[in-house]
């Protein structure tokens, strides 16, 4: 039940008020952009809590606290994009180390994996993380980090986060979980045993196709003590509007996802029954294989969809570039319905991998627009 301490608010309250209490100075209601780069000091070490822009910053702190108190986090930490919050993570690894990813996973984080620590000595091994024997297998002495996406981009595959935290943790090896498709409305990997969440706050967070961002949240003090202080010392920290605006689209992050949710289940329905659609990969229909995890660990299965042609590569491009609704474009997790094909687009660094994509995957991020303009375009897509 809600009350009136935050401890106690439900998803909504908190995204609308935690960090964000109005401004002492003025009584604003909304968290100031503060532009300053440095804070005046007293004597030196003398201050309020601010010193330089880099290493904190008022607009910046009310987006940590704010996200880190929707997912269950002691602590939060913004970054610059989606992939300098990665960096931070793996970049906690020496050579020598190794990581577990899924054979299954965005491009980018495949990519810095394996072309920029893979020169730095940094190994990896892929596997389905869903086989929890197969997990088990491929950890090594050095393994340190296993990265799970879920659910996955671009298959949207489910992973069991508890059992993979279990195998995990029995070696004494961090979970990383990649909340980005999720969000925290849908799913807290932290509570279900995950050592660091990240996120892309590019996607469902900033919500509208405005701003690039990341997010770390950890509860582990030796985590947060090491990578505030990775955030300082690298210094890819978002700008103080950027922070506003994650703040402005986290206020709605619960209202967006609802919609997101109901308008995918729709769009996913529509597609299974369609002829053109040889598969369609949606937590959400009953004979996907993470439909049970999914409705366990996720309070929905979320706003992204996907579909493998039964024409093939050729009639996936066709079908991609005849949505007028459905934007063609990269990203995912704004308001607006986007349509694209990994294999040639955000996925296309995954080539010649074990995470390789079917050229006639065809990915949405279903928006929040009417229901009924969104599957009469992609009928009007599937059938010219
Ligand atoms: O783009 P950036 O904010 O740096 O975030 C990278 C990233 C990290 N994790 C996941 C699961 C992601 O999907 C992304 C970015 N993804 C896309 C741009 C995309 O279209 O899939």
């Excluded at 049970?292 to 093939?312: T, Y």
Aim: charged letters at 20%; one cysteine or more; glycine letters at 10%.
């Amino acid at each position: 039940m809600s009350g009136s301490s935050s401890e106690n608010w439900g998803f909504d309250t908190r995204a609308i008020h935690v960090g964000q209490e109005p401004d002492e100075a003025t009584g604003a209601i909304t968290v100031p952009i503060h532009l300053a780069t440095t804070f005046v000091q007293a004597a030196p070490g003398q201050h309020q809590g601010f010193e330089y822009a880099r290493t904190s910053n008022p607009t910046r702190v009310a987006l940590e606290r704010c996200v880190a108190g929707l997912e269950g986090a002691e602590h939060g930490m913004a970054f610059a994009s989606g992939m300098a919050a990665e960096d931070a993570v793996v970049g906690m690894m020496r050579p020598g180390d190794h990581v577990v990813l899924g054979t299954d996973a965005y491009g980018g984080t495949f990519r810095l994996i394996d072309r920029v620590y893979g020169e730095r000595g940094i190994e990896w091994s892929a596997v389905d993380l869903a086989d929890q024997d197969a997990l088990a297998a491929a950890i090594r002495p050095e393994t340190r980090q296993v990265w799970v996406e879920t659910p996955t981009n671009p298959m949207l595959a489910v992973v069991d986060i508890s059992a993979v935290a279990d195998v995990a943790h029995a070696s004494g090896v961090d979970v990383v979980v990649d909340n980005t498709f999720a969000t925290p409305y849908l799913q807290n990997p932290l509570e279900l045993g995950a050592d660091a969440v990240v996120h892309s706050s590019t996607k469902y967070l900033g919500g509208h196709s405005d701003v690039v961002g990341g997010f770390i949240a950890v509860n582990r003090e030796d985590l947060a003590e090491r990578l505030t202080f990775v955030q300082n010392a690298v210094g890819a920290v978002p700008s103080p509007f950027d922070c506003y605006l994650l703040l402005r689209g986290v206020k709605t992050l619960g209202v967006r996802m609802d919609r997101h949710c109901d308008n995918a289940q729709a769009v996913a329905e529509f597609l299974a029954g369609h002829p053109a659609i040889d598969r369609v990969l949606f937590p959400g229909l009953p004979d996907h294989p993470g439909f049970e995890v999914a409705a366990r660990q996720m309070r929905r299965p979320g706003g992204m969809v996907s579909f493998v042609h039964a024409g093939g590569e050729a009639a996936a491009v066709a079908a991609v570039s005849a949505t007028k609704v459905f934007r063609l474009a990269e990203s995912l997790g704004a308001v607006e319905s986007l349509i694209e094909q990994p294999s040639t687009m955000t996925h296309m660094s995954v080539a010649d991998s074990p995470l390789a994509v079917d050229p006639g995957l065809v990915r949405l991020s279903v928006g929040i627009e009417t229901i009924d303009d969104l599957l009469a375009d992609l009928e009007q897509a599937l059938s010219s």
